[in-house]
């Protein structure tokens, strides 16, 4: 079935790839000054991707065997995308300390924890720690968020 | 005489409490981040950026030397002991040191890596102390059009040496050039594909590149694999050490390693995973005792552990010679540089010799706190093994959340990391090297700006650019190594050599 040939996908999405780029770079607008528009390397880069997505195609095509892959466990992979998704979007909106807590509690509990009680008191401390250790070792600031620290 | 008199130098920086202080946190952090699998010393200076930014550059870089080379250390522990390598650079290392471990030789493994770790980081240090000095003083000469074609040189390398596929490398040598030019073109003003998106201004920073790229990637990746992470760890029977006759035998690996890996680190974009693959190769062939390769040669240790080692002080010559990054980790630290406002190459000799001669001083004195670490202390650094798994990899992500945030303090940044490491696990599934990437991040810039002057120079002619004697000479060795691996191959298959053509599959961190 080539139509599920992963290494197929991949030359498709080099090729969409491949087109954003050179759209982003023949639309640089170039002002005239400097012996080469700084819209030349984006598009040549652009060119040469599409050229790679024909070789990926063809290489395919001509029964290069696909990459042995794993089967994926959805459910820990799955919810560990979307933890780290909110954790990171969270970050500034709700702190360094509330997204992160909530996001080492989730995780424990994604991967195979099921003590809760343990889990929110570690991971309480461990950010607490990482806290004192940036803003008040190092002088890095962190999001506070609703928090007044 | 001036190389002695500025290495003197060079220790009296080193030596001071602070930068002591500094290299010992290197060199543990490294082992600990070697013994570790699935983070890298890439990942770890990243991770480490906005904890050096209040320090003075010379401990920052300092920390970043002991780190380097204390990741080539510790990844053979894991690889003796539980035949997962902490690193790639010592996944050859598992073959004969797993082997050995079982028939309860760990310790004589462990001595024999820690021993060639010491005896290769010290030899390349001083190759490097030489090289990087003659490479400073032929570098002045050098234009634009001739680091232009260096710096293909090293895309060239990098590309045709990592992987499993060739366009698979080729495309993510070229996403790396592309991300690379993302933001304003510093030439001319002009915005380059950012597609209106204002945030994208000021570019895609390569250690959002490499913590999105190396950090998260390693997350989804744990997280996807979980069923499959049941490990069997072999224990250490015995002391730490060899008999005489697996010292005497370890000897001239150790050489031979060492040479072996400082030539093919110093070469822009070949890996210490390379040298130790070409070590293991040569080892076998050199070796009276060809029959125990596989079953637990000291040799395909001894040789790949010091030829890894001795790589990454080869990997420090272009990066401090020239400027140019030739590894995942060099370019890391040429970031590094970037951000303190310095750049590496001929010049940061003579306007900062406090900072490369304390760097050069403080890899000796690395050398052998690493020595004194691994060999006696080879058991606590076991003990890291005990971590949970999910507690490691949730406090990377944390870490690697402070870490994107401190560097600009930019919401938008941690889209970006998350974005990008979604395309790392997409890529290390589907075979795509991540490591030329990371390269092409920091290669991109450069290139279009030395590609851009030197058209200035010749008028905007580009066969006289390229037909310049020097660019010339340094392209052609860019089209050796295009060609090498289809060489390597072609020679594998025709001869039945599959040591050969793993040669051409590995991926250069």
């Given at each position: ?8 996908v ?35 880069i652009?060119?040469?991707m ?22 994926i ?18 970050f ?12 080492l ?30 803003v ?9 968020g609703?928090?007044p620290? | ?9 060079g220790?009296a ?31 770890t200076i ?18 970043f ?14 690889s ?9 650079a010592s996944v ?6 797993y ?17 060639g ?24 000469k ?21 992987g499993?596929?060739?366009p ?15 933001g ?6 002009q915005?380059?594909l950012?597609?209106?998106i204002n945030?994208?201004e ?29 490990e ?9 050490w ?15 390693g ?25 080892e ?16 395909g240790?001894?040789g790949p552990e ?19 990054p030739?590894?995942?980790?060099t ?16 010049l ?13 001083a403080?890899?000796y ?14 058991g ?24 994107v945030?401190?560097l600009n ?19 290390k599934?589907?075979d ?5 990437v ?5 290669l ?19 066969l006289a ?8 000479v ?8 295009l060609?090498?691996p ?10 039945g050599?599959?040591?050969?053509a ?6 250069v961190?």
């Open positions: 079935m080539t139509s599920r040939n992963p290494d197929l991949g030359a498709a999405l080099v090729a969409v790839l491949a087109l954003v780029t050179i759209a982003g770079g023949v639309t640089t607008p170039d002002p005239g000054f400097g012996v080469v528009s700084p819209a030349v390397l984006p598009t040549i652009g060119v040469l599409l050229v790679t997505a024909a070789w990926l195609a063809v290489d395919a095509l001509r029964g290069t065997p696909p990459p042995v892959t794993e089967p466990d959805r459910r820990p992979f799955g919810y560990t995308v979307v933890a780290t998704a909110a954790f990171l979007f969270a500034v909106p709700l702190g360094f300390i509330i997204s992160a807590t909530a996001f509690i989730a995780q424990a509990r994604i991967l195979g924890s099921h003590d809760l009680l343990r889990d929110s008191i570690a991971s309480l401390l461990f950010i607490a720690g990482l806290y004192l250790l940036f008040q070792g190092l002088t890095i600031a962190l999001p506070k609703p928090l620290f | 005489m001036e190389l002695i008199n500025s290495l003197l130098g220790f920086t080193a030596l001071t409490p602070a930068n002591l202080l500094y290299a010992g946190i290197g060199v543990l952090l490294g082992t600990a981040i070697g013994v570790l699998p699935g983070i890298g010393p890439a990942l990243s991770l480490l950026l906005p904890l050096t930014f209040k320090l003075d550059p010379v401990g920052a870089f300092i920390m030397g002991g780190i380097y080379y204390g990741a080539m250390y510790g990844g053979s522990t894991t003796i002991l539980v035949n997962a390598p902490g690193e790639s050859v290392t598992a073959i004969d040191g082997e050995m471990a079982k028939r309860g030789r760990a310790g004589a493994a462990l001595a024999t890596s820690a021993i770790s010491f005896v290769a980081g010290t030899l390349a240090t001083i190759g490097l102390m030489v090289f990087a000095t003659i490479l400073v003083e032929q570098a002045v050098l234009g634009p059009p001739e680091l232009f074609a260096i710096m293909i040189v090293a895309l060239s390398a990098v590309t045709s040496l990592s499993t596929s060739a698979k490398s080729v495309f993510a040598t070229l996403l790396g050039l592309g991300l690379g030019l993302v304003l073109d510093n030439q001319t003003g915005l380059r950012t597609y209106g945030e994208l000021e570019g895609i920073d390569v250690v959002l590149g490499a913590i999105g790229l190396f950090a998260l990637s390693e997350v989804f990746w744990y997280a996807a694999t979980l069923r499959s992470q049941a069997h760890r072999e224990s250490i029977k015995g002391p730490v060899m008999t005489r006759k697996e010292f005497s035998r370890s000897v001239p690996s150790w050489l031979r060492s040479g072996i890996g400082f030539f093919i680190g110093a070469l822009p974009g070949a890996g210490a995973t390379i040298a130790s693959f070409i070590s293991y190769a040569v076998k062939r050199v070796s009276k005792h060809k029959a125990e390769f596989g079953k637990g040669a000291i040799e240790v001894a010091a030829a890894n080692n001795a790589a990454a002080g080869g990997h420090l010559v272009p990066l401090l010679g020239l400027g140019i030739g590894s995942g980790t370019a890391v630290m040429l970031a590094a540089f970037q951000i303190y406002g310095l750049q590496p190459g001929p940061l000799f003579t306007t900062r010799p406090d900072l490369v001669w304390g760097l050069i403080s890899l004195l690395a050398n052998v706190m690493l020595l004194v670490l691994n060999l006696p202390l080879v606590i650094w076991v003990k890291l093994l005990d971590i949970p798994k999910p507690l490691l990899f949730a406090g990377i992500t944390v870490i690697s959340g402070i870490g945030y401190s303090r930019n919401a938008f940044d941690l889209v970006v990391v998350f974005v990008l490491g979604v395309i790392g696990f997409l890529m599934r589907y795509y090297p991540l490591g030329p990371i390269l092409g991040i920091v991109g810039p450069l290139i279009d700006n030395n590609f851009r002057r030197g058209m200035i120079m010749t008028d905007g002619n580009v650019l390229l037909t310049r004697p020097g660019t010339a340094i392209l052609a060795i860019a089209l050796f190594f060609v090498l289809f060489a390597i191959r072609l020679y594998g298959r025709a001869r050599r599959s040591d050969l793993m040669l051409t599959e590995t991926e961190g």
